[in-house]
C-alpha cells in the first residue's frame, strides 16, 4: 500500500507539473514576456513548487533528511539527468548571460548552501531568510535586464489559450501538486524504514527524481519546439529557486537541522560538482553548445552519482 500511495503521489506530481509549467507559460505570453526569462522565472518557480511542497511536508513532519536531500538531488538530477538526457535529444545553446551572470549566480548560491549547512549542520531561519531574499534581488536583476533586451514577437499556442482554462489548469496543477507531495513524502519515509534505508537515501535519489519530472518535460518540449532558451534557462533557474525559495522558505518556517553528515560530506559536494561542470562542458568540443557527447557524460556521471549514494 505504502508503494502505490508513493507511486500515486509520482504520477500526480507529473501531471501536476505539467499543468503548471502550461498555465504558467501561457500567462507569461500574455504579458510578452521574453522567453528567456520565461525560462529563468515562471517556468523554474512552477517547476521549483513540487520540491517546494515535499520539503515544506517533510520539514513540518519531522524528516529534514528529506527537505534538504529532496533538493539536493533535485538540483544534481536536473544537470545530470534532465540537461543530459534533453542534450542527447537535441543541442542547447548556451548564450553570453549564461557566463556573464545565470552560471555564476548559481554557484554563488549553492556556495553558500554549503557554507550555511557546513557551518553549524542546520539551515536557520535567518539563513533562510538570506536565501530567498537573494533569490528575490535575482529576479529583479532579470526582470530589469529583460527590459534592456529585444523581446521574442514570435507567435505561441500557448499565448492564444483563454483566462478560464489557464485557470483551470493552474487549479488542476495545484491540487495534484499537493496531494502528490504529501503522499510521495509519506510513502517514502515508510519504504525506506520497512527496506532499511535512511531517508536521506531516498530523497537524494527517488524523491528527487520525482519532483525532478516536471523540469524534465519542460525542458525536453523545449528543444522538440525548439525553444532552447528555455530549456537550460528553466534548469539554472529552477536550480537557484529550489536553494532560494525551497529550502529557504522552509527554513524560514522550521529551521532545517542536517540529522546525516553524508548530507554535507558526500550530497552537497557531489552538488557543487555537477553545478562547476556545467561551466566546462559547455565550451568544450563545440563552443556555446551542450550536445550529444557532453549529454551522455552527464547522464554517465549521474549514474555515478547515485551508485556511490546506494553504496555508501
Known amino acids: 500500500m505504502d508503494v502505490i500511495l508513493m507511486l500515486v503521489g509520482f504520477v500526480l506530481l507529473v501531471v501536476g507539473g505539467d499543468?503548471?509549467?502550461?498555465?504558467?507559460?501561457?500567462?507569461?505570453?500574455?504579458f510578452n514576456i521574453s522567453k528567456m526569462v520565461i525560462?529563468?522565472?515562471?517556468?523554474?518557480f512552477a517547476t521549483s513548487l513540487p520540491e517546494l511542497l515535499v520539503s515544506l511536508n517533510a520539514a513540518l513532519n519531522?524528516?529534514?533528511?528529506?527537505?534538504?536531500?529532496?533538493?539536493?538531488?533535485?538540483?544534481?538530477a536536473n544537470i545530470g539527468l534532465v540537461l543530459g538526457i534533453t542534450a542527447l535529444i537535441g543541442a542547447i545553446y548556451v548564450n553570453k548571460t549564461f557566463y556573464k551572470f545565470n552560471w555564476p549566480v548559481l554557484m554563488l548560491f549553492s556556495l553558500a548552501l554549503y557554507y550555511f549547512l557546513s557551518n553549524d549542520n542546520q539551515l536557520a531561519a535567518l539563513e533562510g531568510a538570506v536565501l530567498f531574499v537573494a533569490l528575490i534581488l535575482f529576479v529583479i536583476i532579470v526582470l530589469k535586464t529583460s527590459k534592456l533586451t529585444e523581446k521574442d514577437d514570435s507567435i505561441?499556442?500557448?499565448?492564444?489559450?483563454?483566462?478560464?482554462?489557464?485557470?483551470?489548469w493552474l487549479l488542476i496543477g495545484g491540487i495534484s501538486l499537493y496531494f502528490g507531495s504529501d503522499w510521495l513524502v509519506k510513502?517514502?519515509?515508510?519504504?525506506?524504514?520497512?527496506?532499511g534505508v535512511s531517508e536521506a537515501v531516498i530523497s537524494v535519489s527517488i524523491i528527487a527524481v520525482g519532483t525532478s519530472i516536471p523540469e524534465l518535460a519542460a525542458s525536453v518540449m523545449a528543444v522538440?519546439?525548439?525553444?532552447?532558451?528555455?530549456?537550460?534557462?528553466?534548469?539554472?533557474?529552477?536550480n537557484i529557486f529550489n536553494i532560494g525559495s525551497v529550502l529557504g522558505l522552509t527554513a524560514m518556517v522550521k529551521p532545517i537541522v542536517v540529522d546525516d553528515p553524508l548530507i554535507v560530506s558526500r550530497d552537497l559536494i557531489w552538488m557543487l560538482i555537477f553545478a562547476a561542470i556545467l561551466l566546462p562542458f559547455s565550451?568544450?568540443?563545440?563552443?556555446?553548445?551542450i550536445r550529444k557527447t557532453e549529454g551522455f557524460a552527464l547522464v554517465f556521471v549521474y549514474g555515478v552519482f547515485i551508485y556511490t549514494v546506494f553504496v555508501s
Open 19 to 30: 499543468f503548471l509549467v502550461r498555465a504558467s507559460v501561457a500567462l507569461s505570453l500574455k
Open 39 to 44: 525560462g529563468l522565472t515562471v517556468v523554474s
Open 62 to 76: 519531522g524528516s529534514p533528511s528529506i527537505a534538504i536531500n529532496n533538493v539536493v538531488g533535485s538540483n544534481v
Open 156 to 168: 505561441d499556442v500557448l499565448s492564444l489559450v483563454s483566462t478560464f482554462k489557464i485557470t483551470v
Open 187 to 195: 510513502g517514502a519515509v515508510v519504504i525506506a524504514k520497512e527496506i
Open 224 to 238: 522538440v519546439r525548439n525553444e532552447k532558451s528555455i530549456s537550460l534557462g528553466n534548469l539554472i533557474g529552477s
Open 283 to 289: 565550451l568544450i568540443l563545440k563552443r556555446n553548445e
